[in-house]
């Protein structure tokens, strides 16, 4: 099969929790031709390689992001247009692709605007509910319809790297009003990485991850405070357009690693320090660790993912402006971490079957 596949550059979470799929993809025989941009589609090229696979730079829409609610509001008016913008761009640059060659599946992970009517789509999503920082059920099921929209004629289903029941997801793609079961397929968690028997010897992954200013933001505040901790501390920036590493004393310090090395990184960690993004929250589930969360702050779907699973007692989370690590990690010791089981390949070969089924 001649495969689009599309992926948000929203940080790399989209890009490591589909890279099970495309490996598997390219491994079954398809051809791949990638969409993406910035340092997603860095990561991808670094990790998937050029042979076989064609990558275009398509810069997706803006992420809406803002620390207060009034500038929620006022954001929100001029995000729309620039919204509407991107989205016309992404869509005719797929429309045109179709124009020259035969394509027979589109996957999108993220990215609304990598669609086509004429053949099957469909959108991997965890997000089908989309939450607000005023916290209006109003918007909320507002953001049904807007995802109702894309299911009528555009997506044929929307495809949920979560469990139907145990999930992790919480109120994003469960307890649905308006969308129909049928137009959701729960395929189970998605993760790039897997759990193995590794010596902990590691006490605390820091991993600084997300869009700029607040990826550089945390990173200063995280540097300043590792000194006054005490055992094996790594760090890793986040930063596929950079090559760094230091060592000092108990410290390294990467600028971004690669599938094998962070794998094994995370499986000797006793604890992880990192964004509540939730892809990572499925990689923390896979390899089965302890984790302190730091929400991106104005990140509405990070800020509840991390509330959420703090109620749940699996993490810790605190706030960007009120971390304070050698007390922090202390209280994240209490947490024991996603506790059910998950299956990786399983959820690859639910994917695989979804979208041979709809050709």
């Known amino acids: 099969m001649n495969i689009i596949y599309g992926i948000c550059s929203w940080g790399l979470g989209h890009a490591t929790r589909s890279l099970p799929i495309m490996r598997k993809l390219i491994e079954e025989g398809n051809n791949l031709t990638v969409i993406s941009h910035g340092n997603s589609l860095k990561f991808l090229k670094r990790e998937l390689g050029d042979e076989g696979i064609r990558y275009f730079d398509v810069k997706d829409y803006p992420i809406p992001v803002a620390e207060t609610r009034g500038a929620f ?6 995000y729309w247009p620039k919204f509407m913008s991107r989205m016309h761009r992404g869509l005719e640059f797929v429309t045109k692709l179709l124009e020259k060659e035969k394509i027979d599946v589109i996957i999108s992970d993220g990215r609304y605007d990598i669609y086509s009517r004429r053949i099957p789509s469909f959108l991997i999503n965890h997000q089908v509910r989309i939450l607000n920082p005023l916290n209006m059920r109003t918007l909320e099921f507002g953001s049904e319809i807007y995802n109702l929209f894309f299911l009528k ?12 029941n145990d999930d992790l997801s919480g109120k994003l793609s469960h307890n649905l009003k308006l969308i129909k079961r049928n137009k959701i397929a729960y395929i189970g968690v998605l993760s ?65 690693l690669n599938k094998e090395k962070r794998e094994e990184l995370l ?73 059910r089981e998950c299956d990786v390949e399983k959820s690859v070969e639910n994917v695989i079957e979804e979208v041979n089924n709809a050709r």
């Open 192 to 256: 790039d990485f897997r759990k193995r028997d590794l010596k902990k010897d590691i006490d605390y992954l820091i991993s600084i991850t997300g869009p700029e200013p607040q990826r550089s933001i945390l990173e200063n505040i995280l540097m300043k405070q590792i000194g006054n901790m005490d055992g094996k501390i790594v760090v890793t920036l986040g930063r596929p357009d950079k090559e760094v590493f230091r060592k000092e004393e108990n410290i390294e310090v990467y600028s971004i």
């Open 153 to 164: 004629d555009r997506f044929i289903r929307f495809l949920v790297p979560d469990y139907e």
């Open 73 to 78: 509001i006022a954001k929100s008016f001029l």
């Open 267 to 339: 499986n000797r960690a006793k604890m992880v320090i990192s964004r509540s993004g939730y892809s990572t929250i499925m990689d923390l589930a896979v390899i089965k660790t302890r984790a302190l969360l730091i929400p991106t702050p104005g990140q509405v779907e990070q800020e509840y993912l991390a509330k959420y699973h703090m109620e749940k007692e699996n993490f810790y989370c605190v706030d960007q402006d009120r971390v304070n690590l050698p007390e922090d990690v202390k209280k994240a010791r209490r947490y024991s971490g996603v506790r």
